[in-house]
Nanobody, 125 residues
Framework: QLQLVESGGGLVQPGGSLNLSCAAS????????IGWFRQAPGKEREGVSCISSSGGITNDADSVKGRFTISRDNAKNTVHLQMNSLKPEDTAVYYC??????????????????WGKGTLVTVSS
């Protein structure tokens, strides 16, 4: 069974940092584009950051550029999202999703094939 599991969420003060992890079971992440998405209360889900299967291409939403960094550790079958300088508006459930590279590189939410169940990030003082 193919599964993605997010971890690392929690409560953090504004200006703080968190490192989210997306771990895969049942398949190897090496062959997949991985995207991070988030959904804030009362809002639609939106793209945050995305990394190609090779790690050579990354895309970040304008709202997180310079603050969030996506990276992958294929040896551990894990993708990370390092989040720094967190703001209250970053509060959301964060999801990771995967798309096999055979279908081409895209970070579009609708093109992701596998999804995790999310991890909650709360930025508040």
């Amino acid at each position: 069974q193919l599964q993605l599991v997010e971890s690392g969420g929690g409560l953090v003060q504004p200006g703080g940092s968190l490192n989210l992890s997306c771990a895969a079971s049942g398949f190897t992440l090496d062959y997949y584009t991985i995207g991070w998405f988030r959904q804030a209360p009362g809002k639609e889900r939106e793209g945050v950051s995305c990394i190609s299967s090779s790690g050579g291409i990354t895309n970040d939403a304008d709202s997180v550029k310079g603050r969030f960094t996506i990276s992958r550790d294929n040896a551990k079958n894990t993708v990370h999202l390092q989040m720094n300088s967190l703001k209250p508006e970053d509060t959301a459930v964060y999801y990771c999703a995967a798309r096999h590279r055979a279908y081409g590189f895209t970070c579009r939410m609708g093109d992701m094939r596998y999804w995790g169940k999310g991890t909650l990030v709360t930025v508040s003082s």
